[in-house]
């Protein structure tokens, strides 16, 4: 009997997971410590909520939840991280363009890679944002730099022949045999591992006065994780137990506040960035030892996806505690003025949140009985009646001004920007090109998500529902 111990793309993705989770509790200790507290957090929410607490995922899921950041140096360089991630089941979605969503200086483009399907995802939903360098914008970068990080770039190897060549294999097949998906996994994690090269001192601090975060891509030989981010379900308590073990934060939560309402998108918090010892090579030839600040650790807690017409709404919700925030006495916090924003604009339950259109969810018969046995009925009359129930769908995906508040709370200089230049255009069909592959719209993976499930309830019911 043919007995198949192939393994299958969750598998290698879990595994991945795994050991870049490992790779980097060894490099940056003080991801271990958020580690265990996120549990901690967790647990103790699941015990004070019961079943509630896993409405946004189980538990099993959320402890295992991690996402990383990585950043690489040109089209090239994106192009070979996309073949090894589809090796894992992990694809392009959304397209982030950090250069203006910060005051201070990040000059990159992204993506994330995750997995898209449903299923895919409850099994493991791994997912890397993934950041390519615009070294020819001329907003900071001039003529002789841009050439000298396309020399340094194009010089270097972050991923083998073999490693690309077993990657395009694993995602041909959809699975790869025991050996192989034991050296794929090698590869893969060697890959993101911090180099122990020395780092060319003057070109790194070059980089650095215009971007921290150009040196961190252009200014040493290989690409590393910069951060791996756990999942918690209450941020909130989170960043207390932090700061009361004495761990430095940010300043504050990013994203949506604390409120009694349903969660919606992405909150995130920091710890700021530790010093990190580097060997550097210095310009009389000697190698001494040397520190670098730029990564940092950070954790997440996930809500429910918003539809176009919500996020609207959110980013106008976003600019209306700016300006209360502005014209408020000094000594009132964002939170604050943020939680009373939402009362006023945004239903404070899930259902409303469903029948207003402002968020995603799938409709779940409950109540067939309830049902109209002919014709049709529209969604908020089955709702209402009971006979659907509406079921979040989760935010798989990332928001930009959060991404570049974590930055800007860590970066110790904001570096250079001359606005006076003009910027390369980017967006998601030129940022497709450059990866080889559509970057696929995360509204259309979460309607497509939600459609199928009326259409299921529209078969089980027999009815058509508007
Ligand atoms: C990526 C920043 C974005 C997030 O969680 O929003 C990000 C980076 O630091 O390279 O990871
Ligand atoms: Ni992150």
Redesign the pocket.
């Known amino acids: 009997m043919p007995t198949t111990t192939k393994l299958q793309l969750w598998e290698l993705r879990a595994e991945f997971a795994l050991r870049l989770a490992s790779l980097y509790g060894n490099e940056v200790p003080a991801y271990n410590t958020l580690v265990d507290v996120s549990q901690e957090v967790n647990e103790d929410f699941i015990r004070k909520n019961g079943e509630n607490a896993e409405r946004l995922g189980s538990i099993q899921r959320v402890t295992a939840e991690r996402?990383g950041?990585?950043?690489v140096g040109s089209a090239r360089e994106l192009a070979q991280v996309a073949r090894v991630f589809a090796a894992f089941g992990m694809y392009p979605v959304g397209f982030?363009d950090?250069r203006d969503a910060s005051k201070s200086s990040v000059p990159?483009v992204?993506t994330a890679f995750r997995p898209i399907d449903a299923d895919e995802l409850a099994k493991n939903p791994f997912r890397v944002?993934t950041?390519m360098l615009a070294h020819d914008d001329r907003r900071f970068f001039d003529e002789e730099t841009e050439k000298q990080l396309e020399t340094f770039i194009g010089a270097r190897i972050l991923f083998s022949q073999e490693l690309l060549e077993l990657a395009d294999k694993a995602s041909a097949e959809k699975e790869l045999v025991p050996e192989e998906s034991t050296r794929l996994l090698d590869l893969a994690t060697a890959a993101f591992e911090l180099s122990q090269e020395p780092v060319d001192h003057d070109w790194y601090f070059k980089l650095e006065r215009i971007s921290a975060?150009a040196a961190d891509i252009g200014g040493v030989p290989s690409t590393h994780i910069?951060?791996l981010?756990p999942r918690v379900l209450d941020i909130d308590d989170l960043y207390a137990r932090m700061e009361a073990r004495g761990i430095a934060m940010i300043d504050e939560i990013q994203g949506p506040p604390n409120w009694e309402g349903p969660d919606v998108l992405l909150r995130?918090t920091s710890f700021r960035a530790l010093a990190e010892e580097r060997n550097f090579r210095h310009s009389d030839g000697g190698v001494r030892p040397g520190s670098l600040r730029v990564r940092f650790g950070?954790v997440?807690q996930r809500g429910i996806a918003l539809t176009p017409h919500g996020r609207d709404v959110y980013d106008r919700l976003v600019a209306e505690v700016d300006n209360l925030l502005a014209a408020s006495p000094a000594g009132t916090t964002r939170v604050e003025v943020a939680a009373q924003v939402w009362r006023r604009n945004l239903p404070d339950n899930e259902r409303d949140l469903a029948l207003t259109g402002l968020a995603y969810f799938t409709y779940r018969v409950a109540d067939p009985a309830k049902a109209p046995t002919t014709g049709s009925a529209s969604l908020r009359q089955l709702v209402e009646a009971g006979v659907l129930v509406p079921e979040p769908i989760v935010y798989e995906d990332?928001?930009?001004r959060?991404?570049a508040g974590?930055?800007q709370s860590n970066l110790t200089d904001d570096g250079s920007r001359d606005d006076g230049q003009l910027g390369t255009p980017y967006d998601i069909d030129r940022l497709s090109e450059v990866l080889g592959s559509r970057i696929l719209d995360p509204n259309e993976l979460y309607s497509a998500q939600q459609n199928a499930s009326v259409k299921d309830a529209e078969r089980q019911l027999c009815i058509t529902i508007t």
Do not use: C, D, G, M
């Open positions: 996402h950041a990585i950043r982030y950090l990159v992204s944002f950041s975060v910069n951060h981010t995130q950070e997440e990332f928001l930009p959060s991404a974590i930055f």
